[in-house]
């Protein structure tokens, strides 16, 4: 039976690259057919509209460019702002409740960006509070700390022990913080800004909420339009572009980073002492959470107002919020199952990472709204990819697509922290690829994996500029529902939507964070 | 991880799918037995009326809303995206201008549904391709505590007065009703005219929003003095009790009209399920739809003779109607978007 066994894994091992670069170049399809547009013509002449919005529409451009951007940067500051501090606190630091802190942190950051736009709503009002582009920056920024708390965090966690001890001899603590935490910390600071920057740059839910005309906006309201989708993946480009290089630049700053040293791995950062600081330095974290963050989310039970609106919250939108909570999670999976082979090729030498790098940079660079017309193109056709249509696999389609690049790029740290030297023993051990997995790959970024799954799940509750132009009759997400709702303002259905959202959160967050308590204490311990 | 977890977690996740697609095959006993009805009328007001012929004729409906902002034009694309292989049955718009268009581009195929012969000649299609229901007026929504009795807006016109500069609003003028409306005036005024009226209305920084609901809820909150917006949006506020006022522009003799736009129906060219579509049509055209939509929070205006429900806004017999060419802003349509979004994608 042995050679049976040795066969079959022979198979597998010859097949799996196979279906694994399918998968990634099924992956890559919908955005570059759409993008092939612009070079093979399209429907009515894709190269126009570009060079009509360039030089006949300057000053629309520049509008648009303007609020794009500043949007992105003003979320990615605002984010940066709170969420670095937070960071080092709770990681860094002796700082009491740190892990209470972190584990609001993990849930909250679980949350769509609509639930704090919703909550600030309810506590501001409809009207804009800050005008409308930092408006849209301000809720956008505060919905996404979570994760610089984390990402950063983690990343200031990971710092090099021997260096550390090497710079107390030379300098003080504000200098070793600046020239040896910060700079180890810079892969998850740049990882959260990039992140931020992408995922707030092609939002439409905040910006339609602020009335705040984006590129986002702009290319799923040309889709709406119907004047063929050339035109509005020409719209695209002038945004498609600098977050490709973007994304290089990100990318070549992080290709080390997150790589150990031999020490780093095994042993623990020392942690800074705030002595006398510590009192007031909780009461100052707890200030800025409970009014940034507390306050809006008590106005959202307010509006809610009584029990019964919140049970016919339910009953309006159970639907949509039960078919999101299996939609999500299972597309969560999905992505992180291949973003984890994705995350494999990329740390491993050889032509194969350059061209799997592509693929992601195109897929994270593009918009959403052109992957999901993308996607309905090339599904809606008779036969079998037409009954796929027809069913909820393309949301979940859609789902991976847009969390596969960010999802890839949180867990490739995991695996560059991993020595190679171990990997390397494994292998010449006689171990495959499975018992690599099991004995070195598996136990040593595990963590990295589970972020990546909720990271994939807040990507997933938040998507809605690719889905809505995937969702099949009879079915939609609760994102979706949402966007409808939204725009009648803070009523009971809508606020309540945001408490069930954040209950059903707290359900599937308590237990993963149980599962990942005994690392939150040795990273915090 | 142990062989047996590797296992059990296949088995869990192979579980979950076979739960879903039992539930999914008790539910859908019959792959015929279904239809699929795109509408952009609001969900509120359009599921409660499906859920009861779904209850009442055993077909299960499959609806696909539209959003606020990318009212009517988003569901419309949408069937033309798919017209290779079409998935809707049934597109039930909430307003005229887009099924025309449809009509024209070859989407849409004949029914001639029993309910229908009730209805005015006018508001349904000589060859059968659509059929008009329930109308909404275009109203003025004015905001009391802001603008004195007296000094309120009596025409569409005003909206490029210098008095009302950056206090009043539209809904984006490339989607919904708003769009029909611009359509309709290009077919009225001609392009000349409408062009400049909506150049008019930019210098007069006139604020644009989502779509009509958030018009309304502007002018109720007091952020605009008044705005544009539709009745069913605007006798919500009323009804609230909010400090707003409806008011009919242009409804006078003198004026240009009211628009009134009527939700249409129309089956799908190639629609896959042609029967169920038809009953559903016939069902949405029968007195009790429109004495329901009538009677509920939309308050909309019946049609068709036989209803006799008391319509809480004022109806086309009341006031002067504008004489508008529907088909004729179907074909202008196209242009009028063009130039709204030259202007107004800002």
């Not at chain 1, 920057?197 to 309201?221: N, Q």
């Not at chain 2, 490339?174 to 000349?192: I, M, N, P, Q, S």
Request: hydrophobic share 50%; with cysteine.
């Amino acid at each position: 039976m042995g050679w049976i066994r040795e066969k079959c894994i022979n198979v597998v091992k010859e097949v799996l690259p196979l279906v694994f670069w399918t998968g990634i170049l099924a992956c890559a399809l919908p955005s570059l057919m759409m993008f092939s547009r612009l070079v093979g013509g399209g429907d009515e002449g894709a190269v126009s509209p570009l060079v009509g919005i360039l030089w006949n529409s300057l000053p629309r451009w520049i509008h648009l460019m303007g609020n794009t951007v500043g949007v992105t940067l003003g979320a990615v500051v605002i984010s940066l702002l709170f969420g670095l501090p937070l960071g080092f606190f709770c990681f860094r630091t002796d700082l009491p409740w740190r892990r209470f802190i972190l584990s609001l942190c993990l849930l909250s950051g679980l949350l769509p960006v609509y639930v704090t736009a919703t909550s600030w709503m309810a506590l501001c009002g409809m009207a804009s509070f800050l005008g409308r582009w930092l408006g849209a920056a301000w809720v956008t920024g505060l919905a996404y700390v979570p994760w610089v708390v984390l990402l950063s965090g983690i990343s200031f966690a990971q710092g090099d022990p021997d260096l550390e001890d090497a710079g107390r001899m030379d300098g003080n603590q504000a200098q070793i913080a600046w020239f040896v935490t910060l700079r180890a910390g810079s892969w998850g600071i740049a990882a959260s800004s990039c992140a931020i920057a992408f995922l707030s740059l092609w939002d439409i839910t905040v910006t339609d909420v602020f009335v705040i005309r984006t590129f986002g906006e702009e290319v799923f309201t040309q889709f709406q339009l119907g004047f063929g989708p050339s035109r509005a993946v020409a719209l695209a480009v002038p945004v498609t572009i600098p977050c490709l290089f973007l994304a290089i630049v990100m990318t070549r700053l992080m290709r080390d980073l997150g790589k150990s040293t031999s020490g780093g791995i095994l042993r623990p950062v020392k942690r800074l002492s705030l002595k006398r600081a510590k009192v007031p330095c909780l009461a100052l974290v707890l200030l800025i959470g409970l009014s940034f963050w507390g306050v809006p989310w008590l106005a959202l039970v307010k509006a809610v107002k009584t029990p019964q609106n919140l049970l016919s919250a339910w009953r309006a939108t159970s639907k949509e919020l039960l078919y999101t909570l299996w939609m999500a999670p299972l597309a969560a999976t999905c992505s992180v199952l291949l973003s984890t082979a994705s995350a494999l090729r990329l740390v491993r030498p050889g032509w194969g990472r350059w061209i799997l790098g592509g693929i992601l940079l195109v897929l994270v660079s593009v918009p959403g709204a052109v992957t999901g017309v993308g996607l309905a193109e090339l599904m809606n056709r008779p036969g079998f990819l037409g009954r796929l249509y027809d069913s909820s696999m393309g949301v979940v389609c859609i789902y991976v697509l847009r969390s596969l690049p960010l999802v890839s790029l949180a867990i490739v740290p995991g695996l560059q922290r991993i020595p190679r030297a171990l990997w390397e023993a494994v292998e010449m051990e006689g171990g495959g690829w499975m018992s690599t997995w099991r004995s070195a790959l598996l136990p040593l970024s595990w963590r990295f994996l589970l972020g990546g799954w909720f990271l994939a799940l807040l990507l997933c509750l938040s998507e809605i500029g690719a889905s809505f132009l995937v969702m099949p009759p009879g079915k939609a997400t609760l994102s979706v529902r949402f966007f409808t709702l939204i725009h009648y303002g803070v009523y009971p259905d809508a606020a309540g939507i945001c408490l069930l959202l954040m209950g059903f959160v707290a359900g599937i967050g308590v237990p993963l964070l149980l599962l990942v308590w005994p690392t939150l204490r040795r990273y915090t311990a | 991880m142990s062989k047996k977890s590797c296992m059990l977690g296949l088995f869990i996740l192979l579980g979950l799918t076979q739960i879903d697609c039992r539930r999914r095959a008790e539910s859908h006993p019959k792959e015929s037995q279904r239809v699929v009805v795109y509408t952009a009328l609001d969900r509120s007001f359009s599921e409660p009326i499906l859920r009861k012929f779904q209850e009442e004729t055993g077909i299960e409906v499959l609806a696909k809303y539209d959003t606020e902002s990318t009212k009517t034009v988003g569901l419309v694309n949408a069937i033309r995206a798919e017209k290779a292989r079409p998935r809707c049955d049934v597109f039930w718009n909430n307003e005229i201008v887009n099924t025309m268009r449809l009509k024209e581009e070859g989407l849409l195929q004949p029914c001639r549904p029993e309910t229908a012969r009730s209805f005015p000649e006018t508001f349904k299609d000589p060859d059968g391709y659509w059929y008009g229901l329930a109308a909404r007026a275009r109203v003025l929504l004015v905001n009391t505590d802001l603008v004195a009795e007296g000094e309120e807006p009596a025409s569409i016109l005003d909206l490029a007065k210098k008095r009302w500069k950056g206090r009043t609003g539209i809904a984006k003028p490339l989607f919904g009703t708003t769009a029909t409306h611009v359509a309709c005036l290009f077919a009225y005024w001609g392009e000349e005219e409408t062009e400049s009226f909506l150049q008019s209305l930019l210098e007069n920084q006139i604020q644009i929003h989502g779509g009509n609901k958030q018009v309304a809820l502007a002018v109720s909150e007091g952020r605009l003095a008044w705005g544009l917006t539709d009745t069913d949006d605007a006798i919500i506020e009323v009804e609230r009790g909010k400090p707003v006022k409806m008011i009919y522009p242009d409804g006078t003799k003198d004026g240009v009209g009211v628009l009134f736009i009527p939700n249409t129906l129309s089956l799908v060219k190639e629609a896959p399920h042609p029967d169920e579509g038809k009953r559903l049509i016939g069902y949405l055209l029968s007195p009790k739809v429109e004495q329901q939509l009538a009677e509920g929070a939309s308050a909309q205006i019946p049609l068709n003779p036989q209803v006799q429900a008391e319509a809480r806004v004022k109806t086309p017999k009341e006031l002067k109607s504008m004489e508008v060419d529907f088909e004729k802003a179907a074909c202008l349509f196209e242009k009028a978007a063009a130039t709204v979004e030259e202007h107004f994608l800002l």
